[in-house]
């Protein structure tokens, strides 16, 4: 069964940094593509950055280019996110994302989620 769990969410202070990690299991990590996608109070979800099964390539989000980094340790089977200059409007759940069999990596539909998030609060 596939499993994901996001953990490194808390308080970030306006300016500050986040880095996140989401250890998988369930799966051949290293065959499937990852993304970050995060949910503010009743917005749907904001695609962030994805990142190919072998690390090769990335993609990111307008809202997070030029303050996000998205990388994984294939031999921790873990993905990691860290974004810059935080503010506060981007309190959110942030959650990771496994592609599906057989999908385009671009497409932020490709993914699905199988984590519970961990919450990011930007404030004071």
């Known amino acids: 069964q596939v499993q994901l769990a996001e953990s490194g969410g808390g308080l970030v202070r306006p300016g500050g940094s986040l880095r996140l990690s989401c250890a998988a299991s369930?799966?051949?990590?290293?065959?499937?593509?990852m993304s970050w996608a995060r949910q503010a109070p009743g917005k749907a979800h904001e695609w962030i950055a994805g990142i190919k099964g072998d690390g090769s390539d990335v993609w990111y989000g307008d809202s997070v280019r030029g303050r996000v980094t998205i990388s994984r340790d294939n031999g921790k089977n873990t993905v990691y996110l860290q974004i810059t200059k935080m503010a506060p409007e981007e309190t959110a759940v942030y959650y990771c994302?496994?592609?599906?069999?057989?999908?385009?990596?671009?497409?932020?539909?490709?993914?699905?989620?199988w984590g519970q998030g961990t919450r990011v609060t930007v404030g004071s």
């Open positions: 994302a496994k592609a599906k069999d057989g999908t385009n990596w671009l497409n932020p539909s490709s993914y699905e989620f």
């Open positions: 369930g799966f051949s990590f290293s065959d499937y593509a």
